[in-house]
Structure formats: C-alpha cells, structure tokens
C-alpha cells in the first residue's frame, strides 16, 4: 500500500507528551494492578440529570435533526451573556461579543490562526496547558514563555519581561484559576494584565475553564469584570468543568468584538454549528438552578482538603490549590518530575502527571487531580506512606 507522507504542518505538531503517560499507564491495567488514576483532566461526576432531560426531550425535537445556523442559536448566545450578567456583572451582546464553541479547547486552538500570521509571536504560561501550543504552531506562529513560578504565587510578572518580546507578542493566554498549578488571579494582576495589553497592542485570551471552581470562600474572578478587559481581549468558557460536560463539546467565548467575528468568520469554514439538541441543554444549564454548581464545588474542595491534609501528615510538606480541580505537588529529593511520576506509578501504582509535559517550569512538580472519591484519594496516601520516601529525605 502506497503511503502518503503527512504535511510539514503536522510534523511540526508538539508531540503529545502524556500519550506515553497513557501507554505505561494502561500496560499496568492490562497486568491487573489496581490503579488510582490521578494524571488526568476528565470530571469523574455525571451531567446533572436536569441537563440530560433536556438533551433528552430536545432530541427528539424535529426542528434539531436540521443544521442548525452556523453561528449557534441566539437563545445559547443569550443564554451566555445571562450567564455572564448574573455571575460576573458583565454585560454581553448576545451578537456580537459571543460565539458559541466545540468546546474550550477548539476555541483556544482556533484563536492563534484567527489572528496571527507567519513569524508572529504568542506568550504562553510555562507551566501551561499543552493545546496552546498546538494552536501557535498551526498558526506557524512562535512562542515566548512566561514562567510561572511560585514565588510569584504563579501569576506571570509582566516587568520580567524583557521589552522586545512584549512588543513583538500579538497575543496572550492566561487561565486562572490554573491549570496545572492551581493557582487563581488577583484583582491587582488583572488589572496589570489590561494596562500591559494596551501598551503593547497584545489580544489576551483568558482560558477560564476552571471559573466555578474556587475554595475557601473566594470565587474566581473573570477577565471580563475588569474595566478595559474588553477592550484587549475574550475569555473562553466551557460547560465542561462547571457542569461536568466534558463530552458534550459545548463553550463559548465571548468579550472584544473584533476578536469574535475572526472566530465565527474560521467557523463558518469548518463547522454547521452544534447539535440544536446540544445548544438546548446547555442554555438550561447556564440559565437553570446553579445547585449542581455549588454542591459540584463543595466536593472539590473536601477532596483537595482530604488530599492535602493527608500528604502533609505523611511528611510530603506540599501547598494547598486556590482552585481549579488540580493540586501541584513538589517532587521530592533528588528525582525528576517524570522520575517520580514513574516512580509512583511502578511502586505504588498511582499515576500523577509529571510538571515538564506543561513546560520547562513545571519541572520539579507533578500534577494530581482530584477526580476521584475521598476514599481513593486516602488511599493513595497510603500507598505513598508505605513507600517510606519522606524517611529517605530526612
């Protein structure tokens, strides 16, 4: 069989660094071992079932067995700017300042190719999400990294920059509260973030996929609310987190309105718009009882509380997240980040994500998620106490 050589353009991709993860991880499934899976990003809870029925009875609804318009239904654009009224003080055009998305991360990859060209350059959080990058390099665009490190509380710091890079970026992603640190934004860093954006003529893309997850009290804050956010930049909003609707692929983005018509003008090429069934069960999910939010939340932060306070009682000295359904732990002694993860994996059979596959500053970390029930994430403590691996760093 003849074999057709793929384009430069996918050879150039970033190699997907926890597909490897995945592959040791399941030849230890495959041998029997009970494995706690703490190295991914997908919500371990079902779709609230008043969000299904809605799927439900909207199936089965004639009118949605149709294309739907290519932009998405204006009662799912309505649907988000209510959204974003009661939750956040914003006030939205339906029309003009949101476009509906095939999820979060379609819109983040899209974004790069909506606005820059050959040669141009992106600022990007190291440690980060990895779909960044994909988007830059499609876009053939180039990347300038911005560490985020903790003695920073792992917001990047705008006057380390040096100047030539902050005028030669087009555009920028932050996502607060962080993955992979867990970190959440400030009042004072958005308002840093803004004044930077004008002066140097930067779009900023904030990744807001973790906006309803927030502990001790503190709600995360969008871009948006800031005055002069609009003005320089979107944020992206997925229903994956919030509702636990990952395999829906259904968000949105909304805020400048330049920035949005680029995206509908890309997917008017690409796409007939969603499910019309799909497009109803997300209004209802924006616009319905936010209960399922609330008690979604609660059980992040007793799950981080369970995790953290039973590491620390081991003697594994580790920092609690702000938000988001992450913690970021500090490698211990003398081993890497994939070192350690591998380690886990082989002696205690847990997997965590090691903190170089989000950047050169993630090294030195794993990534834990919090995706499972207390009961699992007890035990995993466990397994790492028998390990006995604080003793050897004593």
């Not at 079932?49 to 909207?58: D, M, R, S, T, Y």
Request: net charge negative; with cysteine.
């Amino acid at each position: 069989m003849k074999h057709f050589s793929q384009s430069d353009l996918l050879n150039n991709l970033p190699k997907q660094f926890f597909a490897s993860l995945v592959k040791k991880t399941n030849q230890y499934i495959e041998k029997g071992y009970d494995i706690i899976n703490l190295g991914q990003g997908n919500p371990d809870q079902p779709t609230p079932e008043h969000i299904v029925k809605k799927l439900q009875q909207a199936a089965a609804n004639p009118v949605n067995h149709k294309y739907s318009p290519f932009q998405g239904f204006r009662y799912l654009k309505k649907a988000a700017a209510l959204f974003y009224k009661r939750e956040y003080g914003v006030e939205l055009d339906p029309d003009k300042e949101v476009a509906i998305l095939f999820g979060g991360k379609a819109g983040l990859v899209e974004i790069p190719q909506c606005l820059l060209n050959p040669g141009d350059a992106a600022l990007v959080p190291d440690p980060g999400y990895p779909d960044y990058w994909s988007g830059i390099v499609l876009a053939r665009a180039e990347m300038i990294n911005m560490p985020l490190l903790e003695e920073n509380d792992f917001l990047p710091n705008f006057a380390d920059l040096p100047e030539e890079d902050a005028k030669k970026a087009k555009l920028m992603f932050l996502n607060y509260p962080n993955n992979p640190t867990g970190a959440t934004a400030t009042k004072e860093f958005f308002e840093q973030t803004v004044k930077f954006a004008e002066e140097n003529d930067i779009c900023v893309v904030h990744d807001f996929a973790y906006g309803a997850i927030g502990f001790d009290g503190q709600k995360p804050l969008s871009f948006l609310q800031f005055e002069g956010a609009k003005d320089v930049g979107i944020e992206i909003y997925t229903l994956s987190k919030t509702y636990n609707m990952a395999g829906w692929r259904v968000g949105f983005a909304v805020g400048n309105e330049s920035v949005i018509s680029a995206i509908n003008l890309l997917q008017d090429h690409m796409y007939v718009s969603l499910f019309g069934a799909i497009q109803e069960a997300a209004s209802a999910a924006l616009t319905e009882s936010q209960e399922c939010v609330v008690k979604l939340n609660s059980m992040y932060e007793s799950r981080r509380n369970t995790l953290i306070n039973g590491l620390r009682s081991i003697g594994w000295n580790v920092t609690a997240p702000k938000g988001s359904f992450f913690a970021w732990l500090k490698v211990p002694g003398n081993f890497t980040s994939e070192q350690f993860s591998d380690y886990l994996l082989e002696k205690a059979h847990i997997v965590v994500a090691p903190g170089i596959g989000f950047g050169k500053h993630g090294e030195g970390y794993v990534r834990a998620g919090l995706l499972t029930s207390e009961d699992r994430l007890l035990e995993a403590v466990e397994r790492i106490k028998a390990l006995k691996i604080f003793k050897m760093m004593d």
